[in-house]
């Protein structure tokens, strides 16, 4: 399963375009959260705008979860972006059994923001503060916490093995997956706005768009290694 994972941005065309090419023209069915933001002409025109033809919005929720049946036709499944820990109840706390057939299907997985955060096997769904070396620190502005205090990491879709987060250069969060890379000892991808990270069905990682991915891994108990790839 090829996987696409947008680090978000209204500037996201060039990001967007690997995944839509991946899908071959095929119809997409895109994932959007059914709340007072939704706007599904967003997700309509950012797909279109890279090349799509065919884009399909559904909106869910906790009462509305995604389903098998929505994928039916689909060469591609986009899950958008929104409120991470609202999207981790729908997507994932909500069943799994749609992400199950589009993995039989072999479609192609695209997610954008909050849709990217999820996709990790531990999910950094938000928070701005932690305990680090029996202190608590702050690591990331608390306007940006989503709406949770810790930072806090549940189990997500499991399409990747590391962590993700997004928006890095613009929001600071590449200090926030330090930390969390940190405390887990799971490696991890901070994602650029308007950047996209590739995962080939190989697992091989690589970087296009407007900005870069960086690459967190543990070295010791309070050491990381980064790499930036762009």
Do not use: N
């Not at 997700?43 to 033809?53: F, V």
Request: glycine letters at 12%; aromatic letters at 6%; one cysteine or more.
């Amino acid at each position: 399963m090829e996987i696409f994972l947008v680090g978000g941005g209204r500037e996201a065309k060039a990001a967007h375009e690997p995944f839509v090419r991946a899908c071959g023209g095929g119809p997409i069915v895109a994932y959007a959260l059914d709340d007072a933001d939704l706007d599904v002409a967003r997700w309509e025109s950012t797909l279109k705008d890279a090349g799509a033809t065919d884009v399909t919005v559904v909106p869910v929720s906790p009462a509305r979860p995604p389903q098998a049946a929505d994928l039916q036709g689909a060469a591609g499944v986009y899950v958008a972006g929104g409120l991470t820990p609202a999207y981790h109840e729908t997507m994932v706390a909500g069943g799994t059994e749609w992400l199950d057939a589009a993995r039989t299907a072999g479609l192609v997985y695209g997610g954008f923001s909050a849709g990217s955060a999820i996709a990790a096997e531990q999910a950094i769904v938000g928070g701005w503060r932690t305990e680090f070396q029996q202190r608590t620190v702050d690591v990331i502005d608390s306007d940006l916490a989503e709406d949770l205090e810790t930072l806090t990491i549940l189990p997500g879709l499991g399409l990747v093995p590391f962590l993700v987060d997004v928006h890095a250069a613009q929001w600071g969060t590449l200090y926030r997956l330090t930390h969390a890379v940190l405390a887990t000892g799971i490696e991890g991808w901070a994602i650029d706005e308007g950047t996209v990270l590739i995962i080939s069905s190989d697992g091989t990682p690589t970087v296009q768009g407007i900005g870069a991915a960086t690459h967190v891994r543990r070295t010791g108990p309070a050491s990381t290694a980064v790499t930036v790839v762009s």
